[in-house]
């Protein structure tokens, strides 16, 4: 009997976790992942100084990616802000919404953009919370147009079934390929649109290419108009090409990470300061690339600028 016992035990310990359970930890770490913000600065930096035309190149987009736990739906729901050429700081394009599941039967992690029923999700901005509260009403998606990721190795991929994305625009049917990559720091996407003959419409090769925006806490002070100095603290920067006027624009303040697709110069975690409304940086100061801590002395003003809860 005890050998019975223990000749169970093993074979009950050499059985593989579920499927299930191996899906749920994938979508775990496929939703930490892909929380947070995105830009893709360095990608459109890199190719206005290659000179590309213009219908090479890609255009600025941040995205704040907010996970939100739906009140009647398995999974996520992200509420998505889109901004355009100026960043965060500038204005709002729009509100997207799409919800994410891990669906057991294909061992994929499901991904539907939804379409607000009742105009925009622009409501959302700020708000994402009431997403929670969604209904079947409020939204309609294509069920063709699902991506499924699946994780290999230390990234997800996720692409739309070949062939099977067929929506109307301009009263004719055309097909969506939609393709993406995700790792801890990289969000990659293309979406290629043809007619059904197979003609392009529009999308390019080269695929977009976001990296997770990191925020740093700035403080220092500046010269005023009256000479005196003004102080200022607790100002958040991030580092995929934020911008921020101090004081007007007495002080700007950017931070970039420069990452070179080729030639001989390294990559580096770039602080820039600009003065009186200038386009032109009145200073470039330089850290590594991960680098907690980075700042700039003056004559005229003092920028320190730190990752919060990282040692400098």
Request: charged share 20%; with cysteine; proline share 2%.
């Amino acid at each position: 009997m005890k050998l019975l016992i223990a000749t169970t035990l093993l074979t009950l310990l050499a059985i593989p976790a579920s499927a299930q359970t191996e899906i749920e930890r994938d979508f775990d770490t496929f939703v930490t992942w892909f929380s947070g913000n995105w830009d893709n600065e360095i990608q459109t930096f890199n190719e206005s100084i290659q000179g590309l035309p213009d219908d090479m190149r890609h255009g600025r987009i941040h995205m704040k990616y907010q996970a939100v736990t739906s009140n009647t739906l398995p999974g996520v729901l992200f509420v998505i802000e889109n901004y355009g050429t100026e960043g965060l700081q500038g204005d709002l394009n729009y509100v997207s919404v799409h919800h994410f599941y891990a669906d057991v039967e294909r061992q994929a992690i499901a991904h539907e953009l939804w379409f607000s029923t009742n105009g925009d999700w622009n409501y959302l901005a700020g708000n994402a919370d009431a997403a929670a509260d969604l209904s079947a009403g409020d939204y309609r998606f294509n069920q063709q147009c699902v991506l499924y990721w699946k994780r290999e190795a230390s990234q997800f991929k996720g692409a739309t079934d070949p062939g099977a994305c067929i929506t109307t625009e301009g009263g004719e049917d055309v097909v969506v390929e939609a393709t993406g990559i995700l790792s801890r720091g990289d969000l990659w996407r293309s979406d290629l649109v043809h007619d059904t003959s197979g003609k392009r419409i529009r999308g390019l090769d080269e695929f977009e290419r976001f990296r997770k925006a990191r925020f740093y806490s700035c403080y220092g002070r500046h010269k005023a108009a009256d000479g005196g100095w003004v102080n200022f603290k607790d100002v958040r920067v991030h580092n995929q090409g934020d911008f921020v006027w101090l004081g007007g624009d007495t002080l700007g303040i950017q931070m970039r990470r420069i990452i070179w697709t080729s030639g001989f110069f390294g990559n580096a975690l770039a602080l820039q300061a600009y003065q009186n409304g200038s386009e032109k940086p009145t200073v470039n100061g330089h850290a590594a690339l991960n680098a907690s801590f980075i700042g700039l002395d003056h004559p005229e003003f003092v920028v320190n600028c730190k990752r919060p809860g990282r040692a400098r």
